[in-house]
């Protein structure tokens, strides 16, 4: 009787008797193969360009960022030089009418080098120092709202309405919560159409105090506003080149409140615009300036 000749599986092909079969490439599979080596090669180039990239652009930022804060100090000083021997020039007797607005003429124009200088300087800190540095202290937010209304009714006479409900003291840094709300008022008084009003609204709820700054004006497009706190942005590039604003404002005005562990988002609808701050009362201890 034939017996059928067994294969032991635990031997190897040679010791089975069983001869693989060598794969002989086809043509589509060596142009398959070669296609997919140069697509890895055009990746990896790709990747290390966009490195490249990455790198030049964050160091034209760091550079340009250290520019502006060299720029904005060196300039203060001899600024702060003119502004005292322009104030001093008002009180001269010696001067007639012409002359003295001139010098007053010299005087503004001095104030607003100053605020961009302010600015500037602001940003350079928030940049490359991870935020601003803060002196929280006991304060009564209306307090120091109102003097930041008052300087603004007195600069553009508009009308600004304040409304106030709820326990609203708190531990922040007077000079960076008055920012924030001179930068968010005055950009409101300057998009808001002609004899209408400012209406300011503080509330104070058990952990955090809010406020709630609108305006009458033009609706603020839906593409823009989440943008509107970013450095230099601008709604109306010329007009702030007239006034000398350098589309800083909101973003200070950002950084103050987040300074505090707050926030500060915009709404547009309807003809009005409202810009909400968001302050928690007691400022984290992580936060404050050592």
Do not use: C
């Amino acid at each position: 009787m034939n017996q059928a000749k067994q294969v032991s599986w635990d031997k190897g092909p040679r010791e089975s008797g069983i001869r693989p079969r060598a794969l002989v490439p086809t043509a589509e599979m060596v142009e398959a193969h070669e296609r997919l080596v140069e697509a890895l090669a055009l990746a990896e180039e790709a990747q290390a360009a966009a490195e490249r990239r990455e790198r030049e652009l964050r160091e034209v930022g760091v550079f340009r960022e250290r520019l502006i804060g060299i720029v904005g100090h060196d300039l203060r000083n001899p600024l702060n030089a003119m502004m005292i021997g322009a104030n001093l020039l008002t009180s001269s007797k010696n001067l007639n009418d012409g002359e003295r607005e001139v010098v007053r003429s010299f005087v503004n124009s001095g104030k607003r080098m100053k605020h961009i200088i302010a600015q500037l300087l602001d940003f350079t800190r928030a940049r490359l120092g991870g935020g601003f540095p803060i002196a929280p202290m006991q304060l009564h937010l209306p307090t120091v709202v109102m003097r930041v209304v008052d300087e603004l009714r007195i600069v553009t006479g508009r009308k600004i309405v304040v409304h106030e409900s709820g326990i609203l003291d708190g531990e922040w840094d007077p000079g960076r919560i008055s920012a924030a709300f001179a930068n968010v008022l005055a950009n409101a008084a300057e998009h808001a159409f002609p004899d209408t009003a400012l209406e300011i609204v503080l509330h104070g709820d058990d952990d955090v105090v809010t406020a709630d700054v609108t305006n009458e004006g033009n609706a603020i497009p839906a593409d823009v506003i989440h943008s509107l706190f970013e450095p230099f942005r601008q709604l109306d590039p010329l007009a702030h080149r007239e006034n000398g604003n350098v589309g800083l404002g909101l973003y200070i005005a950002h950084e103050s409140i987040r300074s505090h562990g707050g926030h500060i988002h915009a709404s547009s609808s309807g003809g009005r615009t409202t810009f909400t701050f968001v302050l928690p009362r007691l400022v984290r201890v992580g936060l404050r300036s050592l």
